[in-house]
């Protein structure tokens, strides 16, 4: 922008030149009383005012290098062009510049000869070299969705019969996965008499919003890892499915759960990408043995589900037990994975929608027949629902809401099992620590109804906690009675022992409660010490380091490898109660147990049978050398209070001579 304008100053300078004569006027009256020389004296002023404010001075000098704001050079002539806006129209030159900048393409459609033009950029637009593009329509149609192409033709037909541009969008073929597709408008141009001549158009790229919701869709529906849909996905299309069930009675679907056994241990004893590996496999499996409308998800770590559609037949189970088990046989056939070959476990569950009708209940019923063929052991197996399972699973969450609210309220109480030396005049050498669960509604309830929910759930850990302060603290006050020597045993769940600061713990709580580790022993089940085994020997290791002692809980019954046992830095075997039950009436039974017996004093291990109730069952025990008994024909377990009475009544003079006068004193105490 300029400081001064010329125009406007000379147009200031007219203006001040008409207020001086304007101001001369009296002195005109008087000087000369002419009307004529008055008149014209306004004349001349008007005048001057006039050309000061309306006349439009010439444009000259350097003032001709600005044309609407835009500079121009020098050279450019002032004079407009004449016609320029026809020039324009017919120069080829200048309309090839145009078409060549632009990002988008032209096309002129010449109606009488039929030939197409095509600007350079369509060969861009459409993906394909320039050498593809002739003079026809035919550059369209070879690249263009065949669809789309028939709607291109439709529109440019109807834009020509009735006059009216016309605009569409088609998608590439070359582009058919991606979100790229091309906007072509036209409009037609019609001679005076109302001809048809040519229609002139564009053509531009865009991306489709359809093709964009399509993958935003997937991203949010699939599951990365394996391409199949995810839970999301799976749980809204049961919904849907679960509604138009409704209103066709006639129509059954079924749900499958697939879930992997133990894939946890494929991910420990190979890799989280084989793992990985393995459940796209199977999710592969899974896909190629269902239908093409089956819909199949990955719900859960390892677990996938399906919906199987339009079950036939009079009785839905009878048609669909085939499907089931082609699904299932397919996919847990051998792997052949990265060189090795793998073989898998797959348990199944099926729910049909005539048995049970919303998401919830579908899911629920499967997961619960899910954990029971865990619970059960039954690995690999398929299991249907059957009406039960429903009152079943409602029965298990409200099991755990209480197990949960039961730990806060510290509702577990400990009882106390005395296991009696029968070789050393039926002294107690110790007791096992066993929970029971002081519901206030229901009253003492077995640790078989809850432990099994509290290890599923991981409660455990913290009653597992709980139970080991207790114990450690009951432990002390008859350590501190002078039962110096008891031993106290605590039982561990595998989920507890495979905690990483295990043995941490441990050590805290012993530390906190002041007992020495000699007084207490930990029994894990033969099944939990052959898992993991060299963290379990690593762990056993650091608590028999501490001073503490190592019990194999249940052994007979998890086929333990004598190899491994050998390995184990462990003190005592417990004979499982199921061996001795018949051993007094049962050769088999009895030559078992004689094996047992043979395998611990081979080891130098301890030795305690649980279970025994009957004399007969003693003696045979006595007779074989196993001395250390736990069973009703002793003691059932007993609370605090009546364990320390066992105790006083039963222990032998020898190992506590010395505290037994301090017992006497501290029982009067504690009484
Ligand atoms: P377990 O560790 O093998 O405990 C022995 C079970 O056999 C106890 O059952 C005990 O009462 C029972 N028993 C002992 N002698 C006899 C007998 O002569 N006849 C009969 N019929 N039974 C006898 P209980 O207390 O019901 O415990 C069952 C299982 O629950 C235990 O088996 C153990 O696996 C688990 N459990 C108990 N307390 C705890 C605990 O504090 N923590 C953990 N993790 N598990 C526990
Ligand atoms: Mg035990
Ligand atoms: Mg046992």
Redesign the pocket.
């Known amino acids: 922008m300029r400081l001064f304008d010329e125009h406007a100053i000379l147009r200031f300078a007219l203006l001040f030149v008409c207020f001086i004569f304007a101001a001369l006027v009296p002195e005109i009256l008087n000087f000369s009383d002419s009307l004529f020389m008055f008149i014209n004296y306004i004349a001349a002023i008007i005048f001057l005012v006039y050309v000061a404010v309306f006349y439009k001075f010439p444009v000259s000098g350097n003032l001709k290098k600005m044309r609407n704001d835009v500079e121009i050079p020098e050279s450019a002539t002032a004079e407009p062009s004449r016609d320029y806006q026809k020039d324009l129209m017919e120069k080829d030159e200048m309309f090839q510049m145009l078409v060549d900048v632009s990002s988008d393409g032209f096309w002129t459609f010449d109606v009488p000869t039929g030939k197409v033009y095509w600007s350079n950029q369509v060969a861009k637009l459409l993906n394909v070299g320039s050498d593809k593009v002739d003079d026809s329509f035919d550059t369209l149609k070879n690249y263009v969705m065949e669809s789309d192409w028939e709607h291109f033709r439709e529109e440019l037909a109807k834009s020509l019969n009735e006059n009216h541009p016309f605009n569409v969008s088609l998608r590439l073929v070359s582009a058919k996965d991606s979100t790229t597709e091309i906007m072509v408008s036209g409009r037609p141009q019609f001679s005076e008499d109302g001809r048809p001549i040519r229609v002139v158009g564009s053509i531009g790229s865009r991306v489709s919003t359809a093709a964009i919701e399509r993958q935003n869709y997937f991203y949010v529906y699939q599951d990365a890892l394996t391409g199949v849909y995810n839970r999301k996905f799976f749980l809204e299309k049961l919904k849907v499915d679960i509604d138009n069930a409704a209103k066709r009675p006639d129509y059954t679907f079924a749900v499958a759960l697939l879930d992997i056994d133990s894939f946890g241990a494929i991910n420990d004893s190979f890799s989280t990408n084989f793992g990985d590996n393995v459940l796209r496999v199977v999710a592969e499996r899974i896909k190629s043995s269902c239908r093409e409308n089956d819909c199949v998800a990955r719900i859960g770590p390892d677990v996938f589900a399906v919906v199987l559609h339009n079950i036939q037949g009079a009785d839905p189970n009878d048609d669909l037990m085939p499907i089931v088990r082609k699904l299932h046989n397919n996919v847990k056939m051998p792997l052949q994975l990265e060189g090795r070959e793998l073989y898998i476990s797959v348990s199944m569950a099926v729910v049909v929608n005539r048995d049970v009708d919303c998401v919830e209940d579908i899911m629920a019923n499967a997961s619960a027949i899910l954990r029971d063929l865990k619970k059960n052991g039954d690995h690999g197996s398929i299991q249907f629902f059957t009406g039960g399972i429903r009152e079943k699973a409602m029965k298990l969450y409200k099991l755990e809401y209480e197990i949960r609210r039961a730990i806060q309220a510290k509702e577990f109480v ?2 106390y ?1 005395p296991i009696v030396d029968i070789g050393a005049g039926n002294n107690i050498v110790g007791f ?5 669960w002081n519901n206030t509604e229901q009253g003492i309830i ?3 109804e809850f ?1 099994p929910i509290a ?1 599923e759930t991981g409660l ?1 850990v913290p ?2 906690a709980l ?1 080991l302060r207790m114990a450690c603290e009951q432990t002390k006050k008859w350590v501190d009675l002078g039962y110096d020597n008891i031993k106290v045993a ?4 595998a989920k ?1 022992f495979a905690l990483d600061n295990m043995v941490d713990d441990v050590r805290k709580v012993l530390a906190e409660t002041h007992l020495n580790p000699k007084n207490l022993k930990l ?1 894990i ?1 033969e099944y939990t010490a052959m898992c993991e085994v060299e963290k379990t020997i690593d762990i056993m290791r650091a608590l028999s380091g501490m001073g503490l002692q190592i019990s194999i ?2 052994f007979g019954t998890g086929y333990s490898s004598l190899s491994y046992l050998k390995r184990y830095p462990i003190h005592t075997l ?1 004979m ?2 199921s061996f001795i039950d018949h051993v007094a009436d049962d050769e088999e039974d009895a030559s078992f147990a004689r094996m047992v017996i043979s395998i611990a004093k081979s080891l130098n291990l301890d030795l305690i049978a ?4 009957t004399a007969e069952q003693l003696e045979f025990l006595r007779r074989e050398g196993c001395r250390q008994i ?4 002793f003691s ?2 007993l609370t605090p209070e009546d364990a320390l009475g066992y105790l006083k009544a039963h222990y032998g003079s020898a190992p506590a001579e010395k505290a037994s006068e301090k017992v006497e004193e501290k029982v009067a105490v504690l009484a």
């Open positions: 400990l009882m099992q096992e620590a066993l929970v029971r077995s640790p078989a432990i290890e455990i009653m597992g139970i605590v039982n561990f769940s507890q029994e089940t809980d249940d417990k499982d109660k649980e279970g025994v109730e736990q069973g009703y024909f059932k377990p």
